[in-house]
Nanobody, 127 residues
């Protein structure tokens, strides 16, 4: 079964930066929607950002209002890896971050819109 492998989480001070990466364990997700969600303790999993293929090695991106202007999602490795560059991190960004992928043509923001998930990587922002 395909697994999404995440890396790059850790502990960072407020105002700092981290970059998360996600690659499938097998197969190709070049044509798939790939996204990041996060889940803070006691809260529901929420959409962070996603990318969708719009042409040969070209991807559109969208993100939640809470991270817009601070987080950037991108595709590399011929579109088979999705990165999340997180800058100007805030205490409220502390959460487990999950990579997700969907074979659908429609970019969704709900957990149910995604078919594959990673195990999650912890991001902790300290003051």
């Amino acid at each position: 079964q395909v697994q999404l492998m995440e890396s790059g989480g850790g502990l960072v001070q407020a105002g700092g930066s981290l970059r998360l990466s996600c690659t499938p364990s097998e197969g190709t997700f070049t044509n798939s929607i790939m996204a990041w969600f996060r889940q803070a303790p006691g809260k529901d999993r929420e959409f962070v950002a996603a990318t969708r293929r719009i042409g040969h090695l070209r991807y559109s991106a969208e993100s939640s209002d809470s991270v817009k202007g601070r987080f950037t999602i991108s595709r590399v490795n011929a579109g088979n890896t999705v990165n999340l560059q997180m800058n100007s991190l805030k205490l409220e960004d502390t959460a487990v971050y999950y990579c997700a992928a969907s074979r659908s043509n429609e970019l969704g923001r709900r957990v149910a819109d995604y078919d594959y998930w990673g195990q999650g990587t912890q991001v902790t922002v300290s003051s």
